[in-house]
């Protein structure tokens, strides 16, 4: 079983569609949730960081984390084509480790 | 906002060159980072380096090393370059601790023909 699990995609959505995202892990000593979005041919962006359990909005996106079923999610509302990225969950653990585990990466389309 | 510079967006080099992929950084973070992202196959970390001339060997150090001489800037050489090192090659940085996340350059493309 992989660290950390993140289905490929593609999913496809249209404009103005809630979109969800997600990852499931099985290290239950994460503390620290990420998410980053990547554009074709550049580098990950990081879009979002949660630090344990619970919700963060920031704008039209909100990460989710529940440690109890070992699950993180994103969610983007009101999507936009400019929202057509791959995104990439990644996790770390707590006291001072600076490598985080990331998934493989969700590719996203958001249609006109 | 920190900024990761890589030297090249594309490359295209000879089997056998020593390739030297060069990435700078400027907002003084500690650790630095250089992975390889192939399709289906995520990022992989290839080498870390969390001061000045020192280095870590992440999970796929054969075939490459690095080189750490000043804080702002981690250099990742392919000794002989061969085919199965076509990728993308990403160098990222991060404080401390790296809890708040990386910063990522914009990715090298390197070609082996």
């Known amino acids: 079983q992989k660290e950390v699990e993140q289905d490929p995609g593609p999913l496809s959505v249209p404009e103005g569609a809630i979109v969800s995202l997600n990852c499931t892990y099985s290290?239950?000593?994460?503390?620290?949730f990420m998410w980053y979005r990547q554009y074709s041919r550049k580098g990950p962006e990081l879009l979002m960081y949660t630090y344990s359990s619970g919700n963060k909005e920031d704008g039209r996106f909100t990460a989710q984390v529940d440690k109890s079923s070992k699950y993180i999610s994103l969610f983007i509302r009101d999507s936009q084509p400019s929202d057509s990225a791959t995104y990439l969950c990644?996790?770390?653990?707590?006291?001072?480790?600076?490598?985080?585990?990331f998934g493989r990466g969700t590719s996203l389309i958001v249609h006109p | 906002d920190v900024k990761v510079t890589q030297s090249s967006r594309y490359l295209v080099k000879r089997t056998g060159e020593k390739v030297f992929l060069e990435c700078v950084q400027d907002m003084d973070h500690e650790n630095m980072f250089w992975y390889r992202q192939d399709p289906g196959l995520g990022l992989r970390l290839i080498y870390f380096?969390?001061?000045?001339?020192?280095?870590e060997k992440g999970d796929i150090p054969e075939g490459y090393s690095v080189s750490r001489e000043k804080k702002e800037r981690f250099s990742l050489i392919l000794e002989s370059a061969s085919t199965n090192q076509t990728s993308m090659y990403l160098c990222a940085s991060s404080l401390g601790d790296g809890t708040y996340g990386y910063t990522f350059g914009s990715g090298t493309r390197l070609t082996v023909v």
């Open positions: 990644a996790m770390s653990l707590s006291g001072g480790s600076y490598i985080p585990t």
């Open positions: 380096s969390y001061d000045v001339k020192m280095k």
């Open positions: 290290n239950s000593a994460f503390q620290y």
